[in-house]
């Protein structure tokens, strides 16, 4: 690795020979660095599960699915406190057609923990050269 630090000690044999003994140790960024990248990908991977269920949730929506079905309740249920801030964002109401309706404000959520998760990794990586 470019970031370990070799150390060279030279000993003299009873024959006469120089060998050379060559020791590395790594510093401790590497492990603070090691820390960051498993809280980065601990970062997207919370943030990936949110946007799959939010992303569920605005197919399903969009699609008219039956809200009585168990597996949509339990997304719909699932997913409430992640929109619930979005509700009301705008002062139109959600376009309907049928029973399908489009929940801009689930997508308004989408890009907003995006960023935000974005931005946090932005904050854990700051001091990485």
């Given at each position: 690795?470019?970031?370990d630090i070799q150390q060279v000690r030279e000993t003299t044999t009873q024959s006469g020979d120089t060998v050379q003994k060559i020791t590395e140790?790594?510093?401790?960024?590497?492990e603070a660095t090691?820390?960051?990248n498993v809280v980065e990908k601990l970062i997207w991977y919370v943030a990936g599960v949110l946007l799959v269920l939010l992303g569920f949730r605005f197919l399903?929506?969009?699609l008219g699915a039956n809200t009585s079905n168990s597996f949509a309740n339990f997304i719909y249920r699932l997913s409430h406190p992640f929109v619930a801030p979005f509700f009301g964002l705008f002062n139109y109401k959600t376009k309907v057609t049928g029973t399908s309706h489009f929940e801009i404000?689930?997508?308004?959520a989408m890009l907003v923990y995006i960023v935000v998760a974005w931005g946090i990794v932005e904050l854990v990586s700051l001091n990485r050269e």
């Open positions: 690795m470019t970031d140790v790594k510093k401790s960024r590497d090691h820390l960051q399903l929506s969009l404000y689930t997508l308004v």
